[in-house]
């Protein structure tokens, strides 16, 4: 029996001890949910990574970029080690960070305990970046887009009465509906009925029914495409007439494919325009992905992509590999042309404008972007 | 005290030593992801001999621990949460009374564990008390349920747990020392556990339940008992957990939760501690090595893609194959004992004094 | 509060719903009646049945009825594979060695199938069947709510004329009831076993189809709480017992409906009143609504 253990703790000392030769690369971890929950999102942030790297090249400062991708199955305990073990074995200078908000809270204080910088593209939660120095993102805030769809809803729908249906178990839902809620009740709008849903539910037929019963004039949905366009489609088939606002997270064609006609008409807030680039960088990413997988392009890539160009233009910026001066550029970023515009980043978050689009005629249109005074 | 006892009580005060020495060389030598795999092992080795004191020495199929450890995680998440978080994290609604008036100091680490664990445990008592009395699969059934309730309400209470937002900020107070001395601490109480006569009273029960009650053994109240000893320690393990990562919500403790556990124990025997113990450490390593098998791989000029998942579908197929082929597992019912090591010592003396 | 429109819809759905956990309980008490075994690998072909069906419609431009029948065959067949690999050998073993390896394989299917297909929901096709609305005393129901209970109503009674009037279910609820002196009597209980493990699995997968139609999305890890629903469902209406299986299925469809419908705040609770009805059904009448008392015999 000891023997047997003896064997496994030296197999096991064997896979760590060979380590990394050295290289004259410049190694940044990609610590990103590609399986498990939400191994969707993480997939698609890795695509766009890759495909932004098509065009931009993978050098920089004249040595190779050298992506280490280690997979956090969608859990925070598997984030933490992923985290540590990209710092410590693989020696990242920087990490681009798991895409969702509880995951990058597990990795936020290792990373600025070993001072490395860490950029999300997608998690959305305010207390990510909350009190950091190494946090960043590549998206905007929870809030603010939130209350740019209030503003919208009461000044471009003119909408008086809302209700609210959002997913209990998602953080990100939770903070949009309560920012929503917010911002449209001071502007003078009245939220009529607020209701739950959870995550992987498929009937919504009974909170529906409460909903329509109280006549608002928009329904917020603040979920991810999945639940949205299941709800669209009973929201109508129960004979709901008002308009459906949404967020960021519908941006994907799978909307299409399970809403199909019930989602027409639906609007959302969004990070871009998947349709028509704001640049020339942007443009190309929409182009090469189009052309690679015969679809628009999603959000999570395009975003994924901002986090990876964010780095590269503050390495490069830094004129070193040392992580502490690449932080200090990535929060210098100002004005940078990234895939979904231009972006400037203070305290670690993104500042961008929001995009409204409706779907109509089963594709995506831009309508304007909203800022919030 | 027997002069086996006395002589065992040493030998164990010498690897307690031996361990406090080993984990002063760590913190100083070893990096901080190897350190954290150590954490994380000790904090299975906890979790999993606990689940195997229920499902492998009283052999009742609990598949409930996974609520446990969340009791006991959000307990001491709660209590030792910093003021200034506690304002920060609640910001939809605010905590509710009577956490949002005080908040532990580090030096009641221990105190704040010691309730996570109790919390725990009595729930477990809760829990217990009805649903013991079903027979084996009734009685999975029922704790995985009542494992699930626990985290329905983990993500709708918000007032307590913030629901699905989570807490964060957890200060990091765990590290090798405490998660080393739990592991110690927990190993050596429950092998003391199962070697006494309440331990043999639990194995009978396993073996043949109506035979045991006819001995004049008490079915319930040793079925509850270790039912909630399990639960404190399992609590301990949670709260441990929530420590290490700093933060917490209801998607730590899913029912993944419980079946790593269970893979532990079956790995290691059902009904060896030694073999939870050994398996745990192994498991916390494995999740890390076994990311080679995900990895892409270049061999020569062709590149094998990295194909992300496989490791549960190899964890899965490991379980069934262990249970059709070899339900032992790795020990069995096997324990390791002073008296082994000892013998087997012997054994190489004698061997090397014939040659 | 409510009108009559708003609660005959909720009823309807409640129905639909129903229908389908029905279905799907069968399975459940199939496997448990004749083995003693909760087979959760149950849940994942449903979840199979609906993959059938869309790579055959998709891919291989399958008419509607040809890819569900196909299904069905095809679902079957992994049911029975699952018995023969990985619960035969364990047929003498004690019950939580069985349980370990259904949840083995109920992961591994799991697993497998998000390496192979992906986590990404995809769109689920309905046939033009179901896309109608249709208006029934004033209320308006879609054709999917109106039609998958019947489907699955007409296949309950093919189920039941199976079970109760073909010698093949008459075997198998001889094996159920004691499977030696079954043997003794020259039936080949292997073969039974096999049998109502194919009839549970193509069961599960028309039911994951119909669910599909009524919820078209569909992804690796849909049948998890299907399947505890209808697993309590298969409890509350007597374990073992197929006509039980049944009304549990509707119980459980409609509490749910209802109960949100009534208590719309207590949403988020939904699954926790499932467990806790299928607890207190453990504790306080195990053998359910239509079963019989089991003693243990000493």
Redesign the interface.
């Known amino acids: ?2 023997k ?2 003896a064997y ?1 703790v030296v197999v ?1 000392l064997i ?2 001890a060979g380590c990394v030769w050295a290289q004259d690369t410049i190694r940044i971890g990609a610590n990103l949910e ?7 999102y993480g ?1 698609m942030i890795w695509e766009g990574i890759n495909l932004v790297r098509e065009i931009v090249g993978d050098e920089v400062l004249g040595k190779k970029v050298e992506l280490v ?3 956090n ?1 969608s ?4 984030s ?2 992923a985290a ?2 990209l ?3 693989d020696k990242v200078v920087a990490m681009i960070g798991p895409a969702i908000s ?1 995951s990058m ?2 990795v936020g ?1 290792i990373c600025e305990e ?1 001072q490395v910088p860490v950029i999300s593209a997608t998690a959305t ?3 990510v970046t ?1 009190g950091k120095k190494f946090v960043f993102r590549a998206c905007f805030l929870d809030p603010y887009q939130a209350a740019a769809a209030a503003v919208f809803a009461r000044n471009d729908l003119k909408a008086e009465t809302a209700a609210i249906l959002s ?5 990100y ?3 949009l509906g ?1 920012f929503f809620k917010e911002e449209f009740e001071k502007r003078g709008g009245k939220i009529v009925v607020e ?4 995550t ?4 919504f ?3 529906l ?2 909903i329509i ?1 109280a006549n608002p004039d928009i329904l917020y949905v603040p979920n991810y495409y ?1 639940e949205i ?2 709800i669209s ?1 009973q929201a109508r ?3 709901f007439e008002g308009i459906i606002l949404s967020a960021d997270g519908a941006d994907a064609p ?1 909307l299409f ?2 809403g199909g006609d019930a989602v027409e008409g639906l609007y959302h807030t969004a990070i871009w325009d998947a349709t028509k680039g704001l640049n020339e960088v942007g443009q190309k990413y929409i182009d090469l992905y189009k052309e690679k997988y015969g679809k628009d392009p999603n959000m999570f890539g395009a975003l994924g992509a901002d986090a990876y160009l964010i780095l590269i233009d503050a390495i490069k910026r830094a004129g070193s590999t040392d992580p502490v001066a690449i932080r200090d550029a990535m929060e210098d970023t100002a004005d940078l042309d990234v895939v979904t515009g231009k972006v400037t980043i203070e305290n670690g978050d993104a500042l961008k404008p929001v995009v409204v689009r409706k779907v109509e005629g089963g594709k995506f249109n831009f309508v304007k972007t909203v800022a919030v005074e | 005290m027997s002069g086996a006892e006395k002589r065992d009580l040493l030998l164990t005060g010498l690897l307690l030593c031996l361990l406090m020495l080993g984990v002063w060389w760590a913190q100083t030598h070893l ?4 350190i ?2 150590f954490n ?1 092992a000790c904090i299975y080795v906890v979790a999993a001999t606990a689940y195997n004191l229920v499902n492998g020495i009283t052999g009742q199929f609990s598949l409930g621990p996974n609520g446990f450890m969340a009791i006991g995680g959000y307990t001491v998440a709660l209590l030792m949460l910093p003021m200034t978080q506690k304002q ?2 609640y ?2 609604q605010p905590l509710m009374w009577p956490f949002n008036a005080f908040s532990f100091p580090p030096s009641l680490f221990l105190l704040a564990l010691l309730l996570g664990g109790l919390l725990a445990a009595l729930v477990a008592i809760l829990i217990g008390v009805p649903t013991l009395r079903l027979r084996g699969d009734y009685l999975a059934i029922a704790t995985f349920g009542f494992g699930e309730i626990i985290i329905v309400l983990a ?2 209470f918000i007032p307590l747990t913030n ?4 807490i ?2 957890i200060p ?1 107070y765990t590290n090798l020392w405490w998660t080393v001395g739990w592991a110690f601490w927990t190993v050596f109480v429950l092998k003391n556990l199962v070697n006494s006569s309440f331990g043999r009273a639990l194995k009978a029960i396993r073996e043949d339940e109506v035979a045991a009650e006819a001995m004049g053994i008490n079915l319930f109240r040793h079925k509850l008992l270790a039912f909630a000893l399990s639960g404190f320690f399992a609590g301990v393990a949670g709260g441990l ?1 929530v420590t ?4 917490v ?4 403790f899913t029912f ?1 939760m419980t079946f790593n556990l269970l893979i532990i124990i079956v790995l290691g025997g059902l009904g060896s501690l030694t073999g939870s113990t ?1 398996t745990a450490v ?1 498991f916390a ?5 076994l ?2 098998v ?2 892409p791989h270049t061999i020569g000029s062709w590149t094998f893609p ?1 194909i ?2 496989m ?2 579908v190899v964890f899965s197929v490991i379980l069934v194959i262990l249970m059709i082929f070899y339900r032992r597992g ?2 069995g019912r ?1 324990e ?1 004992s002073w008296q082994e090591v000892l013998n ?1 010592l012997h054994r190489g003396k004698k061997t090397h004094g014939k040659s | 509060m409510m009108n009559w429109t ?1 609660f005959f ?2 009823l309807m ?1 409640g129905i639909s ?1 129903g229908s389908l956990y029905a279905l799907l309980a069968i399975g459940y008490t199939l496997v448990y009646g004749i083995l003693g075994l909760i087979n959760f690998a149950h849940s994942d072909v449903f979840m199979l049945g609906t993959y059938f069906a869309f790579f055959l419609i998709g891919v291989f431009m399958l008419p509607w009825w040809l890819s569900v029948i196909i299904g069905m065959g095809l679902c079957a067949l992994v049911g029975m594979t699952i018995e023969r690999v990985a619960y035969r050998p364990l047929r003498n073993a004690p019950r939580i060695s069985a349980l370990i390896t259904a949840v083995g394989v109920s992961f591994f299917i799991e697993n497998l199938g ?2 192979t297909v ?7 096709p309905r046939p033009e069947l179901m896309k109608n ?1 249709y208006f029934i005393a004033g209320a ?1 129901i ?1 054709g999917v709510t109106f039609w998958v209970p019947l489907f699955s109503i007409a296949i309950l009674l093919v189920l039941f004329y199976l079970v109760y009037r073909t010698k093949m279910g008459m075997a198998m609820r001889a094996v159920s009831k004691d499977m030696e002196t079954t043997r003794l009597m020259g039936v080949n209980v292997d073969r039974i076993i096999l049998y109502t493990f194919a009839l549970g699995s193509a069961l599960a997968g028309i039911g994951g189809v119909l669910w599909a139609c ?4 569909i ?1 690796p ?2 049948g ?2 299907p399947g505890w629903k209808a697993f309590t469902a298969a409890v509350v209406g007597g374990i073992g017992n197929v006509v039980g299986a049944m009304i549990g299925g509707f119980i459980i469809g409609l509490a ?2 209802m109960i ?2 009534f208590f ?1 705040n207590l ?2 609770y ?2 926790a009143f499932v467990f806790a009805l299928l607890i207190v059904f453990l504790l306080v009448k195990p053998s359910g609504v239509m079963g019989e008392t089991l003693k243990e015999k000493v």
């Not at chain 1, 997913?167 to 953080?171: E, F, R, T, V, Y």
């Not at chain 1, 992987?200 to 009937?203: F, H, I, S, T, Y």
């Not at chain 3, 009524?214 to 999305?217: G, L, N, S």
């Open positions: 029996m000891k047997l253990v496994f096991v896979l760590f590609m399986t498990g929950a939400v191994a969707a997939q991708l280690v997979d199955k859990d925070k305990v598997e933490a080690n540590t073990r710092i410590d074995k509880g809270l597990a204080p070993k939660n305010p207390l909350q997913d209990i178990a998602q953080d839902c939770v903070a309560n209701q739950n849903c959870k992987g539910d498929q009937d037929s009974a909170q029914t409460t019963n999945t366009a299941l489609r088939d129960l004979g799978e494919e399970v | 990096n901080a992801y190897l954290r795999i994380t920060e994290v910001f939809l993500n709708n629901g699905a937002l989570g964060k900020g990091e957990f290490l990562i700093s933060t919500s209801p998607t730590l993944t050994i192994l390593f494995l999740q890390e090595g990311r080679e995900e990895a990295g992300p998942g490791r549960m790795l020990f096997w390791l087997l | 708003t819809q909720q759905n719903v998000l390496v992906g986590a990404r929901p995809k769109g689920f609305v308006r879609q009524k919820y078209p999305q992804n890890l849909m998890t709480f749910e409906i949100v419908a719309p949403t988020g939904r699954d």
